[in-house]
């Protein structure tokens, strides 16, 4: 009992320090089980949302040298989006799903009552072999997803997010020191902005602290769980699932959010933590478990896949809900 109060005095300190030195819609490292939700909610700036009724259109950019099991596991994860790909076959149907996940998102209206699509489409993917060097900051980011349109590598689009996604070897401003991944927007060819995020494989750099509960980050003591695919692509998993949803929902820094417009907590980072039911600090809530590996997931996915996915704020329940 007093180990785990001391915890949660720790992450609410931990909470508020980096939450002062982030920025836009950061993915904070998953230390906090308690959500900051509890005590405030997320609430809507009256800004616009990415609430086409179109699907959402994704565009990564492997950023590094990536294994092909690496680049098929988050493929999958943006393919499960869509629900025919979702592997509920029969025995499975009712089970818990990326689609399903998903759902709580089309609770997010702009100003006109319009609700942000329910279909997430993976359009293009491409690669780059680190034309910007291996230390790399966030206006680089920004110029780099500018660049791969005004070449026509990438198509503008205004209804997308753009993800640029780094190497385990890879440093970015940040990256590991307050962030595990950012969401923000930028001016194309003048004619409007578009959104992109950066999500980078923490496994060698900080594993603890971007890719917790599957690497330990409460001290010697934890044990981490194991991890369906590997640790350093669930926690990819993890973080691209907050800076998506993050994204399309505040894109420009005035929809959805909690606290300060610098430094805000958003649709999932305002859930951090959470995973399923009974979350505290240092339990990351009741999951699945295979019984085949052990590895602890929380949703199925495309061709079979299980993936971790954290809980989201729900502005109509006013809660966090887990898949
Ligand atoms: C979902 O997948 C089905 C079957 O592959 C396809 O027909 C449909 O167009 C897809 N939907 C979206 C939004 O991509
Ligand atoms: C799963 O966990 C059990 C109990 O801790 C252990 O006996 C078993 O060897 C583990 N299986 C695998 C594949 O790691």
Redesign the pocket.
Known sequence: MEKKSLLFSLAIIVTFSLASCSSQGDALPNKKGTSPAQFSQVRYHGGPLLAKPS?INVYLIWYGAFTRKERSTITDFFVSF?S??SSTTDSKRGQPTVSKWWKTIQSYKDKSGHPISG?V?LVKIIGDKYSLGKNIKRIQIAQLVEKKIESNTLPVDYNAVYFVLTAKDVAVERFCISSCGFHDNTNILTKGKVVFAHVGDSSSQCRGFCAWPYAPNYGPLEKPLVAPNSVGTDGMVVNIATVLAGAVTNPFRNGYYQGYDHAPLEAVSACAGKFGNGAYPGFPGKLLVDRATNASYNAYGANGRKFLLPAMWDPVRLSCNVV
């Open positions: 699907p869509n025919s790909n279909s489409r």
